[in-house]
């Protein structure tokens, strides 16, 4: 019966064996760190174990425990993420004060840092000493894409637990057997995720826009090669409007959060310190939904080119992520030259990097642009 709440997990068997083993053994530590690339499913894992800490069962997936934490909802759970592009002091400090209250209901209080990568180094140094001096309990979770993000005095006070990206059979099989999609589009869906299972669900599941998305992003790609330096800077300009086009939703919700949060307001004085906390808090999450949705847009772009240097190295379609445009692919790697596309690739990840240190994404958008003409 227990751990069943770890049954919706796709493709991360070892990470799970490990887990099982952890929690039948009760042998439990203090910090654990998932580190893996995005969409994977080490936050889901992370829900999932906390509610498994504290489930009488163990994990059962259907009690209030269970539902409650995998909501994100449940008292004894402390979910901290990157409100902007970093995690702040200002959170690691407010989660210190909150960890010294006692317990709500469950056995232990569950602590879950999100993108802890992000963290800024007096973040990074205030929660060490957490770390430093640990409580039976409490069990920290750490997710980060690799245990370099992280200062290795905080590793090494974690158990690691590596994630891998889904292999494309594994998701095909999901897609196939559990929700019922056709052969061929389960395929086209598992290439494009490239590993990623929460975004092939996202493009199956009503956000047909990502995959309109590409289409538009493949397009632009298909023409530059060659163009004149004009049409170069009109591609990036495209491309940073499909960056930053997508802010309506989560501006209506901050509006709605904003409404909500003065009219609780206890005077003029407490209204005012609401909307300066909550202004700074929205102006974070803008930034940070940009520096995904570019990411998102780096990812699609990455592949391309990828898939040049692939097929000029095999002349094999079977390789290609988007292998639905092979025809263009062929052409294009023909006339690419090895040399370019390596670079593009290594340039493409500098960018990455940068745009999480409030790079402007125009000109970091139009020094690619200006790159891709050339290749």
């Known amino acids: 019966m227990g751990a069943m709440v770890f049954d919706d997990i796709v493709g991360q068997d070892q990470a799970l064996d490990f887990l099982k083993k952890v ?3 009760e042998q439990i530590s203090h910090a654990y760190l998932f580190v893996g690339p995005e969409g994977v499913g080490r936050r889901k894992t992370a829900l999932a174990l906390a509610a498994a800490l ?8 259907h009690c209030s425990i269970c539902r409650r934490t995998i909501r994100g909802v449940y008292p004894d759970l402390k979910l901290i993420q990157p409100e902007g592009n970093f995690i702040t002091i200002e959170q690691i400090r407010e989660l210190q004060g909150s960890i010294k209250l006692r317990s709500y209901e469950g056995h232990r209080k569950v602590i879950i840092i999100d993108e ?3 963290m800024n180094a007096e973040a990074s140094n205030a ?4 770390l430093e001096e640990p409580q039976d309990e409490e069990v920290f979770i750490l997710i980060a894409a690799s245990v370099e993000e992280l200062l290795p005095t905080i590793s090494s006070r974690c158990q690691v637990v590596p994630f891998r990206r889904v292999p494309r059979e594994a998701i095909i099989r999901e897609m196939v057997d559990r929700r019922g999609i ?3 589009q389960a395929d086209k869906i598992a290439r494009i995720s490239g590993g990623t299972y929460s975004r092939a669900l996202e493009m199956l599941e009503g956000e047909g826009w990502r995959l309109e998305r590409r289409e538009e992003i493949l397009s632009l ?5 060659g163009s004149p330096v004009e049409e170069a800077f009109s591609v990036a300009g495209a491309l940073l409007s499909q960056a930053v086009g997508d802010q309506d939703n989560l501006l209506e919700v901050q509006k709605e959060e904003m409404e909500e949060s003065l009219e609780v307001a206890m005077s003029p004085r407490h209204g005012a310190f609401i909307r300066n906390k909550l202004r700074k808090r929205h102006a974070r999450q803008l930034s940070r939904k940009r520096s995904l949705e570019i990411n998102d847009i780096l990812d699609i772009i990455s592949s391309w080119y990828r898939d040049l240097l692939v097929y000029q190295l095999t002349a094999q379609d ?6 639905d445009h092979r025809n263009e692919i062929r052409d294009m790697a023909r006339r690419a030259r090895i ?3 390596t670079n593009v690739l290594k340039e493409i990840g500098k960018i990455r990097r940068m745009v999480g240190f409030y790079v402007n994404p125009g000109a970091a958008f139009e020094y690619l642009c200006l790159l891709l003409r050339e290749v």
């Open 23 to 25: 929690l039948k053994s």
């Open 54 to 61: 504290n489930c009488a069962k163990g994990g059962c997936g």
């Open 116 to 118: 802890a990568g992000s």
């Open 127 to 130: 929660l060490l000493k957490t």
């Open 182 to 184: 056709d052969q061929s």
């Open 221 to 225: 790609l298909k023409k530059i090669s």
């Open 318 to 323: 079977s390789f290609l992520i988007n292998r």
């Open 339 to 341: 040399e370019r596309l």
